[in-house]
C-alpha cells in the first residue's frame, strides 16, 4: 500500500507544484489504483511514474472545486486508449456525475469500459471483502468530503508448532484447518481452528481530507489513523484568511493530528504563495513532530502491520 502525490498545491498549478490528485496504490492488495482527486493536467503527472492508468479502478472526488476535478475528462478519455477495459466507478458530490457526462459528450468522446458513478453521504459508501471506505462532511465553500480508507483485519496464521504439538502433520488438513472454524481429524478427533491461529493481523487506515477549515470535531472520524493527508493552504500566520477561505493552517492540521492518535501527518495544498515550506514545517512539527509535508512525486509506504 503506498500512496503518491500527484500534485500538491491549491487553486492553480504553478512550476513547483501541480493541483490537487493522489493515488493510492493497491497493487498488492488488489491489484488496483484508486484516486483520489483529479485536478488539471493529472494524466501528465501519471506520465512520470508507474502508474498504469488501466489500473485505476475508483476515483473519489472530494468537491467540485475545477483545481480538483479539471483533469478527470481527460484521464478517463486516456484511459480508454490504454487498454483500459474493466470498469471504472467515480465517487463524488452531487453533480459530479453532470459534470464529466457533459464535458464527455460535448466532446464526443466515446469511453472503451463502463463508467459508474456513486453520489457520497456521510458514511459508508463502498465496501467489499478487504476495505471500508467512510466519508464524512467537511466545511468548505462548496459540499466537499473527507475519505477514511480501512483495510479489513487479516486472518492470523498458522501455528504449525501447535499443530505438532498435537499429534497433527502437515499435510491438506492445514488448509482446511485455515479455512474452517472446526475440523474432525481422522482419528476422530474434533479441533477448534482458533486454537491453532494466531491473532488477526490489523489493517492500516488511511485518511484523506479534502478542503477544508479547522474542524476539531473532525478528530473522531480520522482517529488512530496510519497516515492524515490534510490540507495547509497557509501558514500560521494566515490563520484569519484561512477561515475566510474555508482553509486550513499548518498548526491547526498538526493539532487536530495531535489531539487524534494519528500516527502520521502529511500536508498538502499548499499556496502558491509559499516558495519555500521549510517555516511550514518547522511550524508543524512544533505541535506534532511527524509531520511531512507533501511535494508532487511524494511517496509514501504504509507498510502492513505485525
Known amino acids: 500500500m503506498k500512496l503518491i502525490f500527484l500534485g500538491t498545491g491549491s487553486g492553480v498549478p504553478s512550476k513547483e507544484r501541480n493541483v490537487s490528485a493522489i493515488a493510492l496504490e493497491l497493487l498488492q492488495e488488489k491489484g488496483s489504483v484508486w484516486l483520489f482527486d483529479c485536478g488539471e493536467a493529472t494524466q501528465h503527472q501519471i506520465l512520470r511514474t508507474n502508474i498504469r492508468p488501466r489500473k485505476i479502478d475508483k476515483i473519489f472526488i472530494t468537491h467540485l ?18 487498454s483500459g477495459e474493466s470498469p471504472l466507478t467515480i465517487f463524488g458530490p452531487p453533480g459530479i456525475k453532470e459534470y464529466v ?14 463508467l459508474f458513478y456513486k453520489e457520497v453521504n456521510d458514511g459508508v459508501i463502498f465496501e467489499d471483502e478487504s476495505f471500508r471506505v ?13 475519505y477514511r480508507v480501512i483495510e479489513k483485519d487479516k486472518p492470523g ?21 485455515k479455512d474452517t472454524d472446526s475440523v474432525t481429524l481422522p482419528d476422530g ?5 482458533v486454537d491453532f491461529i494466531g491473532p488477526n493481523k490489523p489493517g492500516r487506515v488511511i485518511t ?3 478542503d477544508t477549515r479547522y474542524l476539531p470535531t473532525l478528530s473522531s472520524f480520522i482517529k488512530e489513523s496510519d497516515v492524515l493527508v490534510h490540507e ?26 495531535k489531539h487524534s492518535d494519528v500516527k502520521q501527518l502529511i500536508l498538502t495544498h499548499i499556496s502558491s504563495r ?16 511527524n509531520t511531512d509535508i507533501a511535494f508532487d512525486f511524494y511517496e509514501k509506504e504504509i507498510p502492513s502491520k505485525s
Open 232 to 257: 495547509a493552504t497557509f501558514g500560521s500566520e494566515e490563520e484569519q484568511l484561512a477561515d475566510q477561505y474555508y482553509h486550513s493552517t499548518t498548526k491547526q492540521a498538526a493539532t487536530l493530528a
Open 208 to 210: 484523506i481530507l479534502g
Open 274 to 289: 509559499y516558495q519555500q515550506d521549510e517555516h511550514l514545517l518547522a511550524e508543524a512539527r512544533q505541535l506534532f513532530i
Open 101 to 114: 457526462e457533459a464535458s464527455l459528450r460535448v466532446s464526443g468522446t466515446s469511453l472503451t469500459y463502463e
Open 157 to 177: 496464521q498458522l501455528q504449525p508448532e501447535k499443530l505438532a504439538a498435537a499429534g497433527i502433520q502437515p499435510g491438506p488438513i492445514y488448509q482446511q484447518i
Open 65 to 82: 472545486h475545477g483545481d480538483h476535478i479539471y483533469g478527470l475528462p481527460g484521464l478517463l478519455s486516456s484511459r480508454s486508449f490504454q
Open 189 to 193: 478427533r474434533t479441533i477448534n481452528s
Open 134 to 146: 467512510l466519508a464524512t462532511k467537511l466545511e468548505h465553500g462548496v459540499t466537499c468530503f473527507g
